[in-house]
């Protein structure tokens, strides 16, 4: 039996209240169920900046977008454990 680790992405920006929310709720859930966590920083790409906006975080799973300004904790942990 293979274990797939997951990869969890969230694209956001310094100083974002939202955006460390966001990596609390990663960082609790990554103890329990671990996966790879890249963190896009927007501000320095202007096509980033151009498709995400004022509109951070937004957290991808597996390339598929799963969350937009908040995480659900047990939604999160339904997906990686689903998958």
Partial sequence: ????RHTVTLYGKAECCLCDEAMEVLRKVDAVVPFDLEKIDIANNPELLEKFGLKIPVIF????????????EGRLLALLNDK
């Avoid at 039996?1 to 797939?4: E, F, G, L, R, S």
């Avoid at 799973?61 to 659900?72: L, S, T």
Wanted: aromatic share 12%; hydrophobic share 45%; charged share 20%.
């Fill in 61 to 72: 799973v597996d390339g598929v977008q799963a969350f937009k300004y908040r995480v659900n």
């Fill in 1 to 4: 039996m293979t274990i797939t």
